[in-house]
């Protein structure tokens, strides 16, 4: 039972919503090279902040996607589930170990995610992700007017 | 509110349910090559089907997942939401296009999905994935007993 297709204001203060939902998770994409020099994909969930428009994950060090992200510079991200979806490419703007990170980051990471990287001990970095491209559509007819962000900069 | 961790058949049977669920559908990471030869992540949701234990996947031919899958031999998986996955690291076995599709896997790949790559025209790939890893769990009291298959071989 579809709905009529959302307008784009409609469909971005969803996508605030869903960035800002406590406890959210996000599906992290990002690629590595394996031993021929080719590209392999890795694909987790992950509990993330919003936080001055960024998305901001905190994960080990020596994860594969921590290592993928600060390696490559980017990842895809997706929210929602698969027929209510938000798709983010960015690009990471700073990787930045826990030890080292400013109270308002971490704070505001733990504020939203229903966990405190501070009690994990060491080894933990948060990754801070400017989006550069946001879509956010739920079935085919929503296909259309699915780009909110294009270039870092919301068109909506 | 957890329950207590499933044991191994229980998270077999709930991913098989999950593969067979009528319309399902599941996150496809794939990873291509930049213009600098650096690998990119590329990620999107796609219907399957689950057919003689295998992923399949229709979708455009010229798709950049399709075409990453292709060139790089492989994709990540994920099925369900973040807090209740089930990931398959696969293998392409086969890239069929539509036309030349046998009869049991344009039938099969339409009797589970809600739509046909029949009526699509022309321009669509079915691939077939072979799960090579399943894991599958909820949340962190889960971790340990993930591994549900292995090498392709069900360890459950």
Not at 82 to 100: K, S
């Amino acid at each position: 039972v579809n709905a009529e297709p959302r307008p784009a204001a409609v469909r971005k203060a969803d996508t605030l919503a869903k960035l800002r939902d406590p406890a959210a998770d996000v599906w992290v994409a990002s690629a590595g090279t394996g031993d021929a020099g080719d590209p392999v994909p890795w694909l987790v969930p992950l509990s993330l902040a919003w936080l001055d428009e960024r998305v901001v994950l905190a994960l080990e060090t020596s994860s594969r996607t921590a290592r993928n992200v600060v390696a490559g510079g980017g990842a895809r991200l997706a929210l929602g589930h698969t027929r209510d979806v938000v798709m983010i490419d960015a690009v990471l703007e700073d990787a930045v170990p826990l030890a080292g990170a400013p109270t308002p980051l971490a704070e505001g990471y733990a504020a939203q995610a229903d966990w405190d990287p501070r009690d994990a001990g060491d080894g933990y970095t948060f990754l801070v992700l400017r989006p550069e491209r946001i879509q956010a559509w739920r079935e085919s007819d929503e296909l259309a007017g699915r780009t909110l962000m294009r270039g870092g900069t919301w068109l909506v």
